[in-house]
């Protein structure tokens, strides 16, 4: 028993003093066994408690620290008592750097002073309160934007604090600007797409008759110069139009593999041409091709260096450069593109830079702060590269410059080879030629060049009437060589079901797609539509001469 044996049972010899006292040593005993017996269970029972207890503090300890979102604790001073660590991952600062500041120094000043002027609420408000969206200042200079909660705690013994659950939201802030920006530009584009093909069908009018003057005054030297200026002014008008028409929306690019080498060069050489400023390349020769419509392309890095140039004063240098760039599934780029490859350019000058003020509407619309400016440049560069899937920024630091970063989605495939094709123009040879239009100064243009050019014209001024007079002259044994369509007819059949009608008379029938809405899917596709060819308006003499030639020369034509 001295060794803590309970078991053992003092003897009971008799019913004397001595044998009473062993029963009540006994019974005594007993009753230690079950004491301890008792407080052994307790002991067992209390120490799973502690275990479950820090179980739960190590599950909840690993929630708070692997935890996307902030936590923090402040007190009822605007003190941070405590910060998670994802604290780093968002705003750059250490748990050590951050707790025992004031919470209110480490927003933006605006901000700080709203979340100031809140505190009074937070510290009465019971339960979980919605607070706002606050600009963080992160370490490296910028900042982030975070959707906070709260929850007052501060008279909870245990936490004693008021609690704040920050999740960074600053990609959804520039999703939802690109969004608003994408739909402002869209609506406003409706109305820009109407007025280009108006605008393309009077400068089919314009452009064909000054045209053909200038063919008629061959002879004439002067006229023929002043001729020519009217040409280019009208072209520089259509160069607009079609800067409207990419601004539209009207169909989606019409893309290809494409050198970025390439599209670069000849865009920035064309740009630069006749000017003093001159570009520096730096195009490493691993880039990717890239999944774009050239045309659009060429526009966009016109658009972007002609407003370096202006930014310079026109003295100076711009550098391009370029890279690969790969977003990987779930990585968190904090660009609004998805994962994929990318090619990503930048446009650098050495300007006088942006105002951080006029950063958030330089591709606004009709925003321009030069003079003479129409404020479309950028504007259709968003667009642009907004339907391309990509993705364009700025940044600017006033009086050093501004760089342009275009992210454009690469191509598994090779790029396309364009093969220069030299077509030799004949005169015409008598061949009959169906020309269908609803307006009437196209129908007598584009007569007077055929007919100058040697070709027999009908004309219709929609697509029944064009696809009646084939039908007679096929009965007569008269066949048109080639018809000629407007794409839409206002209140008509327009050239899409016209041509379909016509290869039903004649599947042998050659058609060429015009309209002076050029970003149509039927004009970028338009063998899938039955036509042979295509010609966007307004246009040159020389180019439908070189349009209907080429389909002429084919061997199966009639």
């Not at 950028?378 to 993705?391: D, E, M, N, P, S």
């Not at 989605?409 to 004949?426: F, G, I, N, Q």
């Not at 048109?480 to 008509?492: C, E, R």
Request: hydrophobic residues 40%; glycine residues 10%.
């Amino acid at each position: 028993m001295a060794q803590g044996d309970l078991s053992r049972k003092a003897p009971v010899m008799g019913r004397d003093q001595i044998g009473r006292l062993a029963l009540t040593f006994n019974w005594m005993t007993d009753q230690l066994q079950a004491l301890y017996a008792d407080m052994r269970e307790k002991v067992i029972q209390i120490q799973e408690a502690r275990d479950a207890i820090a179980a739960k503090e190590r599950h909840f300890r690993a929630l708070i620290e692997n935890a996307t979102d902030l936590i923090c604790i402040m007190n009822a001073n605007g003190r941070i008592i405590y910060a998670s660590p994802s604290v780093i991952r968002i705003t750059g600062f250490s748990q050590e750097e951050v707790e025992g500041a004031s919470v209110f120094n480490w927003f933006l000043e605006e901000d700080g002073k709203k979340l100031r002027a809140m505190l009074p609420k937070m510290l009465s408000h019971h339960g979980i309160l919605r607070m706002a969206d606050y600009r963080v200042a992160h370490k490296n200079g910028g900042h982030r934007i975070l959707e906070m909660y709260g929850t007052n705690l501060l008279n909870d013994p245990v936490v004693g604090g008021f609690i704040i659950n920050a999740r960074d939201v600053t990609d959804r802030h520039k999703y939802m600007e690109e969004l608003g920006r994408i739909e402002k530009l869209e609506s406003i584009g409706v109305l820009a797409g109407g007025i280009a093909h108006d605008f393309n069908n009077m400068l089919t009018g314009i452009l064909g008759n000054v045209s053909l003057a200038r063919l008629h005054a061959k002879t004439d030297q002067a006229v023929t110069v002043r001729l020519k200026e009217a040409e280019k002014a009208i072209l520089a008008a259509r160069e607009l139009t079609q800067q409207l028409l990419t601004f539209s929306g009207g169909g989606a690019p019409l893309t290809e593999s494409a050198s970025l080498d390439t599209l670069l060069k000849e865009s920035v050489g064309f740009a630069l041409s006749g000017g003093k400023v001159r570009c520096e390349y730096d195009l490493p020769g691993n880039l990717w091709p890239v999944e774009v419509d050239p045309g659009q392309i060429r526009q966009v890095v016109h658009n972007l260096v002609l407003n370096a140039v202006h930014a310079q004063g026109g003295m100076g240098v711009v550098r391009i450069s370029a890279e690969n760039l790969e977003i990987e599934e779930g990585a968190a780029s904090g660009l609004p593109l998805g994962p994929g490859r990318y090619v990503v350019v930048k446009i650098e000058d050495e300007g006088h830079g942006i105002p951080e003020k006029n950063l958030a509407r330089i591709f606004d619309p009709y925003f321009t702060t030069k003079k003479d400016g129409s404020g479309l440049g950028l504007a259709v560069t968003f667009q642009v590269i907004a339907r391309h899937h990509g993705h364009i920024a700025v940044t600017s630091k006033p009086g050093v410059g501004s760089t342009f970063h275009v992210y454009l989605p690469a191509s598994d495939d090779l790029p396309l080879v364009m093969k220069e094709v030299s077509t030799v123009p004949v005169s015409g040879r008598g061949e009959r030629i169906l020309v269908m239009d609803d307006e009437e100064a196209v129908l007598d243009v584009t007569s007077a060049m055929l007919d100058y050019m040697g070709f027999i014209v009908e004309t219709a001024r929609d697509g029944q009437e064009a696809v009646e007079r084939y039908r007679r002259a096929l009965e007569r044994g008269e066949p048109f060589q080639v018809v000629m369509t407007d794409l839409n007819v206002a209140g008509g059949m327009g050239g899409k079901e016209a041509m379909q009608q016509i290869l039903a008379l004649d599947p042998r029938a050659r058609g060429i797609v015009s309209s002076g809405y050029c970003h149509d899917p039927i004009m970028g596709e338009y063998s899938r539509y039955g036509f042979s060819g295509v010609i966007a308006k307004p246009y040159t003499p020389e180019k439908l001469f070189t349009v209907l030639e080429k389909i002429l020369s084919r061997p199966d034509a009639s």
